[in-house]
């Protein structure tokens, strides 16, 4: 058998990556995508058409979930900052106004159902048009995927590539991610969207209602403390002092920042609002 001449080497090469790109294009067309009328998954290949079962993996932990978990986190603890600024706020501005201890209680349940409810209302409201925007992206890429396997194909292998692979690994990458799971390899990577992890809107609204009346409460509860009045607006400064700076600590600490400093900042916006608060109420209270 004679050798090839060198010379013809890279173009024999280039020949064969050409015929390996052609047979992994023309195989497009048996990629799996999640059907959105059954919630199940649906072969594209048009001969074999039967649903085909993906098994997940409950031990994996993507880092996308470990992210998705920090901001539901760190969203909980500044609803529960906001519950204590604002009732605590609430509270000290009638005091300025008027000293009396229903006045106060009034106030301060009436602050805290209000806020409870605002912030609910307004993280479903925000999370249900998140969610309607993500549904609509991934019907669109379901539909594509679809109907023009081989283009999605070559539009991933691009990501891929621009990312520093070369384009035959970039290939081969896209065209196995693809087999494994089409829909959320090009949800993720083309869209920033993952669809196993939708937010869902009654979770976030139930999360923030709880975490607005778990911060209030702190305020509301000294403001309820058979004392005169002004022991009780000390407890409840002191109490919402030492509130904000264990969740300055901890907004910081997920966050990768500075502790000291968001502590110190966190404390001061809450001390600056109580104090304009009753400056408001006192100079009402005054005109009235």
Do not use: C
Request: glycine letters at 10%; a negative charge; zero cysteines.
């Amino acid at each position: 058998m004679e050798r090839e001449p060198l010379g013809n080497a890279g173009r024999v090469d280039e020949e064969r990556a050409d015929e390996e790109r052609a047979t992994i294009r023309e195989n497009a067309a048996g990629y799996d995508v999640p059907s959105a009328e059954s919630g199940g998954w649906i072969a594209l290949n048009r001969h074999s058409p039967a649903a085909v079962p993906v098994i997940p993996h409950p031990g994996e932990q993507h880092e996308e979930q470990v992210s998705g978990k920090l901001n539901w986190l760190r969203a909980g603890v500044l609803g529960a900052n906001d519950g204590i600024v604002s009732v605590a706020g609430t509270i000290i501005g009638v005091a300025g106004a008027d000293p009396n201890p229903r006045s106060l209680l009034t106030a301060g349940i009436a602050a805290l159902a209000a806020g409870a409810f605002s912030m609910a209302g307004g993280e479903y409201v925000s999370v249900s048009a998140q969610r309607d925007t993500e549904k609509a992206l991934l019907a669109k890429e379901r539909w594509e995927l679809e109907t023009m396997p081989a283009q999605e194909l070559d539009e991933l292998a691009q990501i891929y590539e621009s990312k520093g692979m070369t384009a035959m690994t970039a290939l081969k990458a896209a065209d196995e991610a693809m087999r494994h799971d089409a829909l959320r390899a090009h949800s993720i990577d083309e869209l920033g969207v993952d669809p196993g992890e939708l937010t869902n809107p009654w979770s976030a609204a139930f999360s923030s209602f709880l975490s607005f009346v778990t911060g209030g409460l702190i305020p509301l509860v000294f403001s309820l403390l058979p004392a005169a009045v002004p022991v009780r607006m000390t407890l409840i400064v002191l109490s919402v002092a030492l509130a904000l700076t264990v969740t300055g600590f901890v907004s910081a600490r997920l966050g990768g920042a500075p502790r000291r400093r968001a502590m110190i900042r966190n404390v001061a916006m809450g001390l600056g609002t109580m104090v304009f608060a009753w400056v408001v109420g006192a100079l009402f209270g005054v005109v009235a």
